[in-house]
């Protein structure tokens, strides 16, 4: 959530690696820097969202286990209060959410699946209404052997669901139904084999989508239409023109708010790779690339006053943040913040 006055942050660690569960974390809103100020008992938590319920806002937080789970707390306190017990999403190894229509979606990578989730008046999510099962594989024997759901995340419109699985080199653009919480495909956009598409993110004209590969380091640029739900793939961005010689893995895309550049971490490389897009949407072309501030960059998230970047440093168990060059959108390092095994971050 976006907006002047937001003084909190939730950052996921993995602690089956070390990390601390959610730590809890002020922010200074005029430099961006974030001191902890606590922690709260999670499992895993790969990836976090909030959402908003008539008490306030609620936290969600995905359980990177199998068999996975959901947990939601109320974080319109202090301090955190658990809605519940963690719910099970009847999938393997959830690795990203989102919310809907009144429901909570997981992209569950292990079991190559997304679940639905129904949502209580407090916010507080049900067992799961629906799971459509994918199908398919992809040519990678190591990574592609059959479907992984990475990212399971609604259009700017809200009538359509798309679902990023790395398995099967598609996105699955979906239907949700409110009434019966049952997601339903309506049409399946195919990337080149061995893309190994990881994660997508919208232009803020809602009429363009790019897709990051994870097995290739590019950005496949696709027009949207939310009125057919249709994704067309138009142009590819390799994130490193002239090649790269260490092994790249993308892991997160984030188009400006004024929609001049993509921004992307990559892990390998240890870096933020930016994008210059042209003023239709339809190219993007790499114009620097910085340190990342840390090891094994897992997310990359814009803050609240959209002129800084965060990034998760997970291997080197850190969060580190950038001001952003308004002209050239080049981030230059600002600060860093420890956080063992570091997964994501949100801002309240």
């Not at 999670?42 to 806002?57: H, I, K, M, N, T």
């Not at 190591?142 to 990212?151: I, L, S």
């Not at 259009?155 to 598609?170: E, K, N």
């Not at 308004?326 to 309240?348: C, D, K």
Request: proline share 10%; with cysteine; net charge negative.
């Amino acid at each position: 959530m976006v907006g002047k006055d937001t003084e909190r942050a939730f950052i996921g660690s993995f602690t089956s690696a070390g990390g601390r569960g959610i730590v809890l974390a002020s922010l200074d809103p005029d430099t961006g820097a974030l001191t902890a100020t606590g922690a709260v008992d999670a499992v895993d938590p790969s990836y976090l969202a909030l959402g908003q319920a008539p008490g306030g806002p609620v936290l969600y937080a995905v359980s990177e286990t199998a068999p996975g789970a959901v947990t939601a707390y109320d974080v319109a306190g202090a301090v955190p209060r658990p809605l519940g017990a963690p719910v099970p999403v009847d999938g393997d190894d959830p690795t990203h959410l989102s919310l809907t229509r009144g429901h909570l979606l997981t992209a569950n990578y292990g079991s190559g699946s997304v679940s639905v989730l129904p949502l209580a008046a407090d916010g507080a999510p049900q067992a799961p209404s629906g799971v459509l099962r994918h199908r398919g594989s992809g040519p990678d024997r190591d990574r592609q052997r059959g479907p992984h759901a990475h990212q399971v995340l609604p259009d700017p419109s809200g009538r359509w669901v798309l679902g990023v699985d790395l398995g099967t080199d598609s996105v699955r653009i979906c239907a949700l139904d409110p009434a019966t919480g049952e997601l339903t495909v309506h049409a399946e956009t195919t990337l080149p084999p061995g893309t190994g598409p990881r994660h997508l993110a919208f232009h803020p004209s809602g009429r363009h989508v790019y897709v990051l590969g994870e097995l290739r380091p590019v950005v496949t640029v696709c027009r949207w239409d939310a009125e057919t739900g249709a994704l067309e793939a138009v142009a590819e961005a390799p994130l490193f023109p002239d090649g790269v010689e260490e092994p790249a893995s993308p892991s997160a895309p984030v188009v400006s708010p004024d929609g001049r550049f993509l921004w992307v971490a990559v892990r390998g490389t240890d870096s933020i790779v930016v994008l210059a897009l042209d003023p239709t949407g339809d190219r993007g072309s790499a114009v620097a690339s910085v340190p990342c501030g840390g090891h094994g960059p897992r997310d990359l998230v814009l803050g609240p006053t959209g002129t800084r970047l965060y990034v998760a440093n997970k291997r080197s168990g850190d969060v580190t943040w950038f001001d952003v060059d308004a002209a050239t959108g080049t981030p230059r390092r600002a600060g860093s913040l420890a956080v063992p095994s570091a997964s994501t971050v949100v801002f309240v």
